[in-house]
């Protein structure tokens, strides 16, 4: 059962992807570095905000490779106004809230839906699970996947990952 659901979940993420367009509108595969990709795509400026805020978008634009689970702009619209401005000025929480969206190394769709988790640089691990056609990292549905940048790979999400306490 656990291998048809994850057949289906492969041809769905398959599919986001197909014919080698770009799996984000404005992404250019290959144009740069995984902030320069986020950045072209449009629709991650708060994203891009908080990691420059947090110091993080210059590690981002180091080698890696790194996988970055993005929620888009619609994403942290959902976080309520008053958690996302006290993010803004906890830098440590809001670098730890970051780190938990990364993972070392380059994890393609096909690599993801074979996990159940992995292990974020903040240090603590995401659960990822595949029910039906869907993939979720956490609460979050993974909505785009294999943008690929010069320096790892960019899935999309529609939430916002909050570490647990601790």
Known sequence: MRSLRTAAALAAVGSLTALGTPAVAGARPQQGDIVQTARAAG???TLNKLLTRAGLASALKQPGPYTVFAPTDAAFARVPRR??????????????????????????????????RATTLNGKNVRIRVRGSR?????????????TASNGVIHVINRVLIPPAG
Do not use: C, E, P, W
């Open 43 to 45: 629709q991650f400026k």
């Open 83 to 116: 958690t996302l401005a006290a993010l803004q000025r906890d830098k440590a929480k809001l670098k730890a809230v970051l780190l938990y969206h990364v993972v070392s190394g380059k994890v393609k769709a096909a690599d993801v839906v074979k996990l159940k």
């Open 135 to 147: 993939v979720y990292v956490n609460q979050a549905r993974v909505i785009k996947t294999d943008v």
